[in-house]
């Protein structure tokens, strides 16, 4: 299995910058395509930003030019740089990973909180 671990979240004032980051842990030997969701309070989950195994990235429209996801292979680690955040960023961000040998099984994380408020 694959444990991953969100952190870096917290409260930021709108304009302002965060980065997350999503440690993964266990048989990362499976990991495939990873990424970001977030789901703010009683709003649909929405994805936020893909990455594959070879570098490509996906953001969603809402993100595009303001969020950057990469992922550190060597550290096993997967990030989101957030910047001119706004309230509508406010929202738990959840980590995924798809599993490269069994199709359809993917990791998730807990969730880190980010709050964008003045």
């Known amino acids: 299995q694959v444990q991953l671990v969100e952190s870096g979240g917290g409260l930021v004032q709108p304009g302002g910058s965060l980065r997350l980051s999503c440690a993964a842990s266990g048989r990362i030997f499976r990991l495939n395509d990873m990424g970001w969701y977030r789901q703010a309070p009683e709003k649909e989950r929405e994805l936020v930003a893909t990455?594959?195994?070879?570098?490509?990235?996906n953001y969603a429209d809402s993100v595009k030019g303001r969020f950057t996801i990469s992922r550190d292979n060597a550290k096993n680690t997967l990030y989101l740089q957030m910047n001119r955040l706004t309230p509508e960023d406010t929202a738990v961000y959840y980590c995924y990973a798809d599993d490269l040998y069994t199709r359809g099984m993917r990791y998730w994380g807990k969730g880190t909180l980010v709050t964008v408020s003045s």
């Open positions: 990455i594959t195994s070879g570098g490509s990235t």
